[in-house]
């Protein structure tokens, strides 16, 4: 089944240092996302990127989406003590399906 | 704006026994999905509903089953639980006009079952 996979599943660094996480997944898709999750609560969407944009920014978040190898990544700049979290991204399909399928998640933490 | 609500946050109950659990999507939204996250796991999808009508349906065991109402809330209704049915269950929300968006998630209700 479509899901994505990400890469690596755990990741600790310094406070201001930059964070990447990569995801890969199997199938056409429609977009994708990157949520965030604090440990027990509910996801939060960060971002999305559609299958025909190949880059998006938001505040500190950089999304990266290469279609041709089926990767996304997630950059975050300027990491702080509260961007400690565990981050899914997530595969819509090409085809007009509503289902939001995640992966396995990235458990990040940013010592201070 | 509100939030994704879900009722009850937390959940007891005993092997065999049944549980039902609720959420009220944000005004407007006309999508509602529903996930099972395990300890340390990533959120699996179970079942979702487009305008009140199953849209699409994940790893859902038989022993569960779901609705949509005319007022857009959802109910996922378990029976016959199993220890392994210990998870947070999140409901999500969207609204899609048919394209496949962002989700709001509720903050989840967590079934422990003994």
């Known amino acids: 089944s479509q899901q994505g996979e990400e890469d690596p599943q755990a990741l600790s660094i310094q406070e201001g240092e930059n964070a990447t996480m990569n995801c890969s997944y199997k199938t056409s898709i429609n977009n994708l996302q990157w949520y965030r999750q604090n440990s027990g609560r509910g996801l939060v969407h960060l971002i999305l990127?559609?299958?025909?944009?190949r880059e998006k920014h938001s505040g500190r978040l950089r999304v990266t989406l290469d279609t041709s190898k089926k990767s996304s990544s997630l950059l975050i700049t300027a990491s702080r003590a509260a961007d400690t979290a565990s981050y899914f991204c997530a595969t819509v399909l090409s085809g007009g399906y509503q289902k939001v399928t995640f992966g396995i998640g990235t458990k990040l933490q940013v010592i201070p | 704006a509100a939030g994704v609500i879900q009722s009850p946050r937390h959940l007891i109950k005993e092997k065999r026994e049944t549980a039902t659990l609720k959420c009220y999507p944000i005004s407007r939204h006309d999508t509602v999905y529903w996930y099972q996250q395990g300890p340390g796991q990533d959120p699996q999808f179970l079942i979702s509903?487009?305008?009140?009508?199953?849209?699409d349906k994940g790893s859902i065991p038989d022993r569960f089953s779901a609705q949509q109402f005319s007022d857009y809330h959802s109910e996922l209704n378990m029976s016959s639980l199993e220890l392994g049915d210990s998870a947070l269950y999140f409901c999500?929300?969207?609204?899609?006009?048919?394209?496949?968006?962002?989700?709001?998630f509720g903050e989840g209700s967590r079934l422990t079952v003994l």
């Open positions: 999500a929300s969207h609204r899609s006009r048919g394209r496949p968006g962002e989700l709001f």
């Open positions: 509903f487009y305008e009140k009508m199953q849209s």
């Open positions: 990127i559609r299958s025909n944009e």
